[in-house]
């Protein structure tokens, strides 16, 4: 058969940065007189900044505010990976050298903006694995609307249904699944339980890619 096609989030599946996240969402907030907290990183994560802004912050912020605190915020990260450097998660290079050794078309469907995604890439050197990229930038409507991940899908040129997104987040699962994509949901940074994971519809859940193999990822699309 045809391989299926892998699309990968990137923080919590392919690196886990979150800790450089939330010290970046709590430095900005604290700046601008608001308070910043895990629970509100929870609530948010794999979101995209301007829906962050407007859910946490100000619900009526422009566009041009929205920009404003993205800009600074991921600033904020990108010195900091920068400074302290970036790890793949357990499995991931086994994973991703197995699927390219097969033929598997692989992609990044992220709600992180594009500068963020090259940075990471080029830190773990990981970018000659994709065929494609989208970033939030490229997209109106972020997770879980599945507009990333079609994206994605669009530019390898397989069909949604051949198409499994490798996620950590509840709206990421559902917006795999609103896209009619499979999808393989992992626990290892634990920001979202394994129960909460399938209730959004995942239809693998593992604790690090170290538990998966191409014949796992096969069945999900018979």
Not at 29 to 42: H, P, Q, V
Not at 113 to 125: A, G, Q
């Amino acid at each position: 058969m045809t391989p299926p096609a892998i699309i990968w989030d990137v923080d919590g599946t392919l690196v886990d940065t979150a800790e450089h996240h939330f010290r970046a969402w709590e430095r900005i907030a604290a700046e601008r007189g608001y308070l910043f907290t895990r629970n509100d990183f929870a609530a948010t994560f794999g979101k995209r900044n301007p829906e962050i802004v407007r859910q946490l912050f100000n619900p009526h912020a422009t566009d041009d505010e929205c920009r404003a605190w993205g800009e600074q915020k991921e600033k904020y990260y990108r010195d900091a990976i920068r400074n302290s450097g970036v790890a793949l998660l357990p499995g991931v290079a086994r994973l991703l050298e197995t699927l390219a050794e097969w033929h598997w078309p692989q992609a990044v469907g992220s709600s992180a903006p594009r500068e963020n995604l090259d940075l990471v890439l080029s830190l773990t050197n990981t970018r000659p694995f994709f065929q494609a990229i989208v970033s939030g930038d490229e997209v109106q409507r972020g997770k879980p609307d599945p507009e990333v991940f079609l994206k994605a899908a669009d530019r390898l040129g397989v069909s949604p249904s051949h198409c499994i997104v490798i996620e950590d987040a509840p709206s990421g699962v559902e917006a795999a699944k609103a896209g009619g994509m499979a999808c393989v949901a992992v626990t290892y940074v634990g920001h979202h339980s394994e129960e909460k994971l399938l209730a959004a519809g995942a239809d693998l859940v593992v604790p690090t890619l170290e538990q998966l193999n191409p014949e796992q990822l096969i069945a999900l699309v018979k």
